[in-house]
């Protein structure tokens, strides 16, 4: 019943007050949920399953997974880069004679030759030798201090060569015929009446191999050997065949003697070996002297050689050609060996 105009007063009404509880606690949660989502998003992961929480006080310490077995780990090879060849240098050798030694004037005369490699000969055909050595079958002429002569000129800068006619030697077989090649009537004598030497006596190759060595130690730069070979020259027909020639085993005694020459210089893996030879040997053939072309390509660093007017000089892998002259050209290689 109204009063004075008025309703009369019933008190709050419950439900509203229910209302504005809920809508506390729904804020409550909001915020919370808000809060959780910053807190927990490092550690919410998406994949094609779904989305997982991951919190990591709930896990254990990982372990890193076993490699597969049976992969094979990938290697990157960096190239290394090419060696950039030395560019080939042309030989220009002139022989001097032994005299140029001692008088100082080796280095005038080869630049007058337009040479930049000096030959001396230390052995020649006489079977003179220009040095002392320590074999009891050497020849030498006056020599006193000629060792040191020759160790001091070949310390400088200048490429020398030691020239040796090896078993083209008039001398020993005058005094030891069991050194010599013969003939029916005593010692064999080539056209120029010149003796030679057996590659077939042992005594003969280690006196030449131990020459070699002793010259190695005096400091050359390369040795030089002419003559190294049965002859070849002059009446072969007249040589007999006997323990020091044997026409059948000529090859494999020049390849015995380079085998002991290479034994002997083993301590001189820098040292330059050269033999003479002949074209006819160059282009394959048989000259008569022992020597072939699978011998000098396998033991000689280089080969000298006398061409013939209108021959030429094959090309050959792995072996260096110098053609003999009687004078130096401006141009090419050359070696003056007169």
């Known amino acids: 019943m109204r009063r004075n105009g ?6 709050r009404s419950r439900g509203r007050t229910v209302l504005k509880v809920l809508i506390g606690v729904l804020l409550v949660l909001l915020v919370v949920s808000i809060a959780a ?6 550690y919410i992961h998406y994949s094609i399953d779904g989305v997982r929480l991951e919190l990591p006080f709930f896990q254990g310490a990982e372990e890193d997974p076993d490699p597969p077995t049976d992969t094979v780990p990938i290697q990157v090879a960096t190239p290394s880069p090419s060696p950039t060849p030395e560019p080939e240098t042309d030989y220009c050798g002139v022989l001097l004679p032994v005299s140029a030694l001692s ?13 930049t490699t000096v030959l001396f000969e230390m052995k020649s055909i006489d079977g003179t030798l220009a040095f002392e050595t320590q074999s009891a079958l050497g020849t030498a002429r006056d020599t006193d201090g000629a060792n040191e002569t020759i160790a001091q000129f070949t310390a400088g800068e200048t490429e020398t060569a030691a020239y040796l006619s090896c078993f083209r030697d008039n001398a020993l077989p005058r005094t030891d015929r069991s050194l010599s090649i013969h003939s029916s009537g005593g010692n064999w004598w080539d056209d ?12 003969m190759r280690s006196y030449i191999t131990d020459l070699c060595r002793e010259l190695a130690e005096l400091g050359f730069d390369e040795l030089v050997l002419d003559n190294c070979s049965f002859p070849n ?6 040589i007999l065949s006997d323990d020091n020639y044997d026409p059948a085993a000529l090859t494999e005694t020049m390849e015995t003697f380079f085998q002991e020459l290479d034994t002997a210089l083993t301590d001189y893996p820098d040292l330059q070996v050269s033999v003479v030879t002949s074209l006819t040997v160059l282009n394959g053939g048989s000259d008569g002297s022992g020597l072939t072309l699978a011998l000098l390509k396998e033991y000689a660093d280089r080969v000298f050689v006398e061409v013939p007017e209108g021959e030429s000089i094959p090309a050959i892998e792995g072996l ?4 003999i002259v009687t004078e130096g050209t401006d141009s090419g290689s050359w070696a003056v060996l007169s």
């Open 37 to 42: 989502l910053f807190f927990l998003e490092p």
């Open 192 to 203: 120029q009446q010149v003796r030679w030497c057996s590659p077939m006596s042992e005594r």
């Open 320 to 323: 260096e050609i110098v053609p």
């Open 233 to 238: 020259r002059g009446g072969t027909s007249a």
């Open 6 to 11: 008025y309703d009369p007063y019933h008190g």
């Open 103 to 115: 008088d100082g004037t080796a280095l005038t005369q080869a630049e007058a030759a337009g040479a």
